[in-house]
Nanobody, 123 residues
Framework: QVQLVESGGGLVQAGGSLRLSCTAS????????MGWFRQAPGKEREVVAR????????NYADSVKGRFTISRDNAKNTVYLQMNSLKPEDTAVYYC????????????????WGQGTQVTVSS
């Protein structure tokens, strides 16, 4: 059974930083792309960042480019999301997910999801 467990969320002031972690179990972590997604109240879930199986390729939503960094440590079965210069509009539940392939891109290709961690940015 595949499990993803996120941690690192919390309350932070605008301009601050948080680092989210997501540890996976139940499948060979290093064989699959990973992604971070978020969902704000009343809004649809959106992609934040994706990283391929080696960590050599990443992509970001325009809204977080230059502020967020996704990375992975395959030895620890963990993917990270470093979030800097946080804004109130970054407030959301953040989810990590694992893809169905080494370089999954479309949200539909992400097939296992964590339970989410709340990030709240105060102004």
């Amino acid at each position: 059974q595949v499990q993803l467990v996120e941690s690192g969320g919390g309350l932070v002031q605008a301009g601050g930083s948080l680092r989210l972690s997501c540890t996976a179990s139940g499948r060979t972590f290093s064989n699959y792309a990973m992604g971070w997604f978020r969902q704000a109240p009343g809004k649809e879930r959106e992609v934040v960042a994706r990283i391929n199986w080696t960590g050599g390729s990443t992509n970001y939503a325009d809204s977080v480019k230059g502020r967020f960094t996704i990375s992975r440590d395959n030895a620890k079965n963990t993917v990270y999301l470093q979030m800097n210069s946080l804004k109130p509009e970054d407030t959301a539940v953040y989810y990590c997910a694992t893809g169905s392939s080494k370089s999954a891109y479309a949200t539909a290709e992400y097939i296992y999801w964590g339970q989410g961690t709340q990030v709240t940015v105060s102004s």
